[in-house]
């Protein structure tokens, strides 16, 4: 089992920043990879941003150049710095783990408002 806990949303100006952080805990040791996930309400969850166990990430085209995804080993702790924002990055953030080897994601945060007013 892994607990993930998400933290660092909040209301923002466009053009702001801001930084997500997810704290995890239990049998991390078992963790492939972990991705930023974010959903607006009505639409389909879109997958931001990912960050494997060896360190590469990959990032939505829609985020390039603008988000950061990295990790604390030591924290057991990873994050999304968000610069740039714009109104359409305006979502509940969720973060993910995959520790069963299939790419599916397993263990799920309980996600955090991000909103970017124009």
């Known amino acids: 089992q892994v607990q993930l806990v998400e933290s660092g949303g909040g209301l923002v100006q466009a053009g702001g920043s801001l930084r997500l952080s997810c704290a995890a805990s239990?049998?991390?040791?078992?963790?492939?990879?972990m991705g930023w996930y974010r959903q607006v309400p009505g639409k389909q969850r879109e997958l931001v941003a990912t960050i494997i166990s060896g360190g590469s990430t990959n990032y939505a085209d829609s985020v390039k150049g603008r988000f950061t995804v990295s990790r604390d080993s030591a924290k057991n702790t990873v994050y999304l710095q968000m610069n740039s924002l714009k109104p359409e990055d305006t979502a509940v953030y969720y973060c993910?783990?995959?520790?069963?080897?299939?790419?599916?994601?397993?263990?799920w945060g309980q996600g955090t408002q991000v909103t970017v007013s124009s």
């Open positions: 239990g049998s991390i040791f078992s963790i492939n990879a």
């Open positions: 993910a783990a995959e520790v069963s080897g299939d790419s599916s994601y397993d263990y």
